[in-house]
């Protein structure tokens, strides 16, 4: 069941459209532009719940018999379409996902790259505009990544959308709206929709997901502004790979070679490029967590506040000119990573000059950077 009390950080978005719902001036159709996992659909669906509930005010009862019914997609009035990947007729996996979508409060949409809206179902949505909405105000229809569609798709919407007085909504969610043909676009209301920050996304998983403190802290730091990234990596072992980065890091320290080598084989050793892009993301965020302290930041903006002892330790004995020294480094890593460069080779060669300007005694080296040799994290 989606309502509009239950959006995180959209306060704007969700503010106008309530306003709309007071003044009873719908327009024909919506554009929620904004970035991936951020609660465009969420809020798309509470503006149609809200369009249909029985106390027609600007939200969503969420008890009356028709927000029932459209919190399990079985509302005639409200239709919600998303990219599939196949154009065949599968209604099973459709309502396996609808299913998904009405029991799981935290679900994420993930689909191909080829994944489009399915051309039946458009079809069928077009004959239905010929009548009056069953029981409601309005017709609502929701286009999810309404950019995946095809061209004859759009011009058969677009008789719709130009008719005026309609008695269909239609609000359209996309994350790159300027893949829509202009005509389309034109005749949409757009709503933006912003990317989240890391507290919004840290509380909605403490809260309303129930994650522990150091997983949610985490997730929403690598999260880059989308909810739907964090909730994705939300079964990934983000503490023990976080925990292997930070070790990596220890080795590069030592200024030991056989530990750099084997520590370069291990970062290496992942399988995919989008773990060895995560054990960077964690290193970056360790040089991100000492810039803001040298910064004078406070404690709980740090994402490995649970090291903070260890962290001013090494806040304290590093210049700011060093830290971006070593963001430059995990730069060349990134950049390796993406052309094709052997990875081991990548990481061998940015942990062998991480130490450098530090002082050559290898012991106090190990000393400048206590503890990341064995890091634990509790969750
Ligand atoms: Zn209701």
């Not at 949610?216 to 939300?234: C, K, P, Q, V, Y």
Request: glycine share 6%.
């Amino acid at each position: 069941m989606a309502r509009f009390a239950d959006i995180i950080g959209q306060d704007r978005a969700v503010t106008t459209l309530r306003e709309t719902l007071r003044s009873a001036r719908i327009p024909n159709a919506y554009l929620f532009e904004g970035p991936w996992g951020v609660g465009k659909t969420r809020t798309a669906l509470a503006l149609a719940t809200a369009l249909v509930c029985r106390t027609e005010s600007d939200e969503a009862c969420g008890t009356c018999n028709a927000c029932l019914r459209v919190g399990r997609f079985m509302h005639p009035d409200v239709r919600f379409l998303f990219p599939v990947m196949t154009d065949e007729d599968d209604p099973e996996s459709i309502a396996e996902t609808l299913s998904e979508v009405a029991n799981d409060p935290h679900h994420v949409f993930t689909y191909e790259k080829a994944s489009s809206i399915r051309i039946g179902i458009t079809r069928d949505i077009l004959k239905e505009l010929a009548f009056r909405p069953y029981e409601g105000r309005k017709r609502v229809i929701v286009l999810r990544d309404a950019d995946r569609m095809r061209e004859d798709q759009y011009s058969a919407m677009l008789k719709s959308l130009e008719e005026p007085g309609a008695s269909t909504l239609w609000i359209l969610t996309s994350a790159r709206p300027n893949r829509l043909p202009p005509t389309i676009r034109s005749r949409c209301l757009k709503v933006r929709f912003r990317a989240l920050t890391e507290d919004e996304i840290e509380s909605y998983l403490l809260d309303r997901v129930g994650l522990g403190a150091a997983p949610s802290r985490l997730l929403a730091a690598l999260a880059s502004g989308s909810l739907a990234r964090a909730l994705t990596l939300r079964t990934e072992n983000v503490a023990g790979l976080r925990d292997d980065a930070l070790r990596g890091l220890g080795a590069a320290n030592s200024g030991d070679p056989s530990r750099i080598l084997a520590a370069a084989g291990e970062a290496a050793s992942w399988s995919n490029r989008e773990k060895m892009r995560r054990t960077l993301e964690f290193q970056f965020l360790l040089l991100r967590d000492l810039l803001r302290l040298k910064h004078g930041a406070p404690s709980n903006s740090l994402v490995n506040r649970d090291r903070l002892a260890d962290l001013q330790k090494v806040a304290g004995g590093i210049e700011v000119r060093e830290i971006r020294r070593r963001a430059a480094l995990l730069e060349e890593v990134a950049r390796a990573i993406d052309s094709n460069i052997t990875p081991e080779l990548a990481f061998f060669s940015a942990y062998a000059r991480w130490g450098r300007s530090l002082a050559p005694d290898t012991a106090e080296r190990a000393e400048a950077w206590p503890g990341w040799g064995r890091v634990r994290l509790d969750v």
